[in-house]
């Protein structure tokens, strides 16, 4: 076969970067022993669900664990794998009081599995006194070579949307649910969620916004813990607050640009909510 063919293949299936011709354990290498035990369920899960889309050769980013997140501040009862890192997550984004203490303190935090795969992480980018910030799901390809949200294909239709409703890019913050790139563009791990999820609550609460967008259903899901379809959570305003907010801030979950892009039927209905929040920030 002609091996054009394959790699053709691989870029459809969304296997579009080369990490390396051996698999490496880096948790192991960085002397964590803990995290290496290959014969654990979510590493399996992880790999099973990946390999359709994976050469033999390509090595497996392996998550801290997939449990279901430990709220901020943690919660009652025995310590998980999870906890560990979402209580450092913490205590780094509550220490932080502007976004470039915050940017330094998530370049420090070394729980974050998909940093071992990804080129930059991508924390955030925007007007640190933005009206609006908008949280999407995770840095692509383009994302993560330059270490910059949106700034892709999706990026694009993003910044046409805001720009539909006078609203520049640069006056906005934008940032992520997760801060690296996950390989293949898979759904990002739960745990990886869990573990930003404190730096993405801290760069609400320093930018401390008119108003929060959740860009598609990661997002809405990791902000406000609703695990309802875009489609029912769109038609309705929500409120997204943290013991730090002076006031709880109005949330429009609307579509994901990516997906608008697959589903251009669904445009209108993403046009209708900028205007709602066009509508909102005119009666703020
Ligand atoms: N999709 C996202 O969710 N975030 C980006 O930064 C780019 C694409």
Known sequence: MDPRCVLEFYLLAGVDES?????????????????????????????????????PARPTPQPIAARPPVPPGGGAGAETATDAPVRTAVGLAAASATLDELHRALESFEDCALRQTATNLVFGDG?????????????????????????GQSGQLLNRMLASIGLERAAVFISNTVFGRPPGNRNPPTAEIAACLPFV?????????????????????????????????????????????????????TFHPAYLLRSPGQKRAAWHDMLEIKRKLGEL
């Open 127 to 151: 007007a640190p006194d933005a009206r609006v910030v908008l949280i999407g799901e995770a840095p692509g390809a383009e994302e993560d070579r330059q270490g910059v949200p949106f700034i």
């Open 19 to 55: 990490i390396g011709e051996t698999p490496r354990n880096r948790y192991r290498e960085a002397g964590d022993e803990r995290r290496s035990d290959s014969s654990s369920a979510p590493h399996r899960a992880e790999r099973d669900r990946a390999s359709p889309t994976r050469s």
């Open 201 to 253: 609550e801290r760069i609400v609460e320093l930018v401390d916004p008119e108003l929060l967008v959740a860009l598609g259903g990661a997002a809405a899901k990791s902000l406000l813990g609703i695990n309802e379809s875009v489609g029912k959570l769109r038609r309705r305003w929500l409120s997204y607050s943290t013991p730090r907010l002076a006031r709880p801030v109005p949330t429009k979950v």
